[in-house]
């Protein structure tokens, strides 16, 4: 599904623009995915299984 970019601004006046993940994306979501994953026991995955 493809999302149409949007710039909004957060608490502190920042501007932030939203958008779909494109393959360019994939390695800064997986780090995120696992540092996630790590920070809650109740997560269907663990760290260690997202590739």
Request: net charge negative; charged share 35%.
């Amino acid at each position: 599904m493809y999302i149409h970019s949007m710039m909004i601004k957060d608490k502190k006046d920042r501007e932030i623009i939203l958008r779909t993940a494109e393959e360019s994306d994939a390695e800064n979501l997986i780090d995120y995915l696992k540092i996630t994953a790590g920070e809650t026991p109740f997560l269907i995955r663990e760290p260690d299984e997202i590739t």
